[in-house]
């Protein structure tokens, strides 16, 4: 039988270039997804990847979606379970509304804790798996103007690391992954200097692409990093270093 993973976040960017590769890799696989019901569809069309909407941030919604999936996938626990979906905000800490830290803690913190709490029971009855959680290298090194962002991909390493020790005796694998500016719709939003600005402070001169953070995703899902947990790996091309 296949093995099976869920990945949220999982019609755009790291999400969608994970759920690709997984695919490609012979994974039968379910993505979550929010507000990209078109790009969903197409990544239905193209991989024959399961499309379930959902927001992470609502626990409820949540726990129908892993039920859902586990169900549809034929198994009862996901071999790999994928937490990508998140939001950015960047301002001064002091501009940040009530609203838009409760959106941001939601999805980039809330959403993982209500994955996690939903999805690793069954991967304990089962005595395997492997989790990967998509934080920052704001996450390891902190940010100015985007404060509350570092503060949840920072939460993310650590709920990731207490969680490698405290699933490692049932057999369940927990890393991070810690991108850097990565080419994707999330950094859309900066402008052509603040990108050309990054692109030189990041030692190989360039943007990351979501096809290398999914291949970094795939290899710690895999077999091949078998002996690998509670590890932050950074994808930034040396930016923290």
Do not use: H
């Not at 193209?46 to 959902?54: F, K, N, Q, S």
């Not at 962002?149 to 920072?154: G, I, L, R, V």
């Not at 049932?170 to 719709?185: E, H, Q, W």
Request: charged fraction near 20%; hydrophobic fraction near 45%.
């Amino acid at each position: 039988m296949k093995k099976t993973a869920l990945v949220t976040g999982g019609s755009r960017g790291i999400g969608r270039a994970t759920v690709r590769k997984l695919i490609s890799e012979d994974y039968q696989v379910a993505f979550c997804y929010k507000e990209s019901a078109e790009e969903a569809a197409a990544l239905v069309k193209e991989t024959g990847a399961m499309a379930i909407r959902c927001d992470v941030a609502n626990r409820e919604q949540t726990f129908v979606c892993v039920e859902s999936a586990c169900r549809d996938l034929g198994k009862p626990a996901f071999d790999v379970v994928v937490c990508n979906a998140g939001v950015s905000l960047i301002g001064l800490f002091t501009d940040m509304t009530a609203a838009q830290w409760e959106t941001l803690r939601g999805v980039d913190l809330d959403g993982v804790v209500n994955v996690l709490q939903a999805a690793i029971p069954a991967m304990v009855s089962d005595k395997r798996g492997s989790i990967v959680l998509t934080s920052s290298m704001w996450g390891v090194t902190g940010a100015s103007c985007e404060a509350g962002y570092s503060a949840t991909k920072a939460a993310v390493i650590g709920l990731g690391k207490s969680l490698a020790r405290e699933l490692g005796p049932s057999g369940i694998r927990v890393n991070c992954v810690a991108p850097g500016v990565i080419d994707t719709d999330m950094n859309a939003e900066l402008t052509e200097a603040d990108i050309e600005a990054l692109k030189n402070e990041t030692p190989l001169c360039r943007l990351g692409t979501a096809e290398e953070v999914a291949e970094l995703i795939s290899f710690l899902a895999s077999e091949k990093a078998s002996f690998v947990t509670g590890q932050v790996v950074g994808i930034d091309g040396g930016f923290v270093v």
